[in-house]
């Protein structure tokens, strides 16, 4: 994985983590091929990385059926949270940049994929653009976006959805059915050492 100095996200905040600038932000993750746990604790140990980021924690990591083409493994999903100073589109595009440093190679809508990293909210903000919608829009629907989240906030309340447990009240359907990893999630500055250690001999 590459990236440069220039790249936005590798730029020095100039201010502390206290500024109104910071925003507490949850990006839900996906995998379905490759080494998926793997992918993803990479992913995030990655963003963890960013000087424009801090106090990163993660989830739990599950196992759900596919949505969309059933043809397709199985998925493991999780989130992660974090603060940044951000602006939300920067944001998108650090994400997508990983994807691809990571080797996503879009396919088919829905269809499998070696990373999926989507913005679950971004604060409070509500914002519908051709290339970014906050929050996401199928946030309320998907039990593995939505129990993931629960592991990191409980009381999250998402904006024009409500809370995450009257959203899993509500769900039409289910897709989760297992955890995949507990290990270390109530460790989680304890996980972020681990994946330091074991990406310690990766390229940067
Ligand atoms: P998928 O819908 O399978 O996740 P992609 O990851 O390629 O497919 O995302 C499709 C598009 O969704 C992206 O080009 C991106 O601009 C858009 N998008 C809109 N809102 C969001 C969001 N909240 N998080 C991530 N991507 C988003
Ligand atoms: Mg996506």
Redesign the pocket.
């Known amino acids: 994985m590459r990236m440069t100095n220039s790249h936005p996200v590798m730029q020095k905040p100039a201010d502390s983590c206290c500024d109104d600038n910071w925003a507490q932000v949850y990006i839900g993750l996906g995998s379905n091929l490759g080494d998926s746990e793997q992918v993803l604790q990479r992913a995030c140990w990655a963003i963890a990385q960013w000087p424009s980021v801090r106090n990163l924690r993660m989830s739990n990591w599950y196992r759900s059926r596919p949505q969309g083409p059933q043809d397709q493994p199985d998925y493991v999903n999780g989130a992660c949270c974090f603060t940044t100073h951000l602006a939300p589109r920067t944001l ?1 595009a650090a ?2 940049q990983l ?1 691809m440093d990571l080797g996503k190679i ?1 396919q088919r ?3 499998e ?1 070696l990373v ?5 909210c971004y604060g409070q903000l509500i914002l519908n653009t ?8 199928m946030a309320s629907q998907r039990d593995f976006v939505l129990v993931p989240l629960q592991d990191l906030a409980p009381d999250l309340v998402l904006p024009k959805f409500g809370s995450i447990q009257q959203c899993l009240e509500q769900l039409p359907e289910t897709f989760l059915y297992a955890v995949a990893d507990t290990s270390l999630c109530h460790q989680p500055d304890k996980r972020i050492e681990l994946l330091h250690e074991k990406n310690a001999e990766a390229v940067i």
Request: hydrophobic share 35%; glycine share 4%.
């Open positions: 998108l994400l997508q994807e879009k809508h829905w269809g994929r999926d990293l989507d913005v679950i051709p290339e970014l919608t906050l929050p996401h829009p």
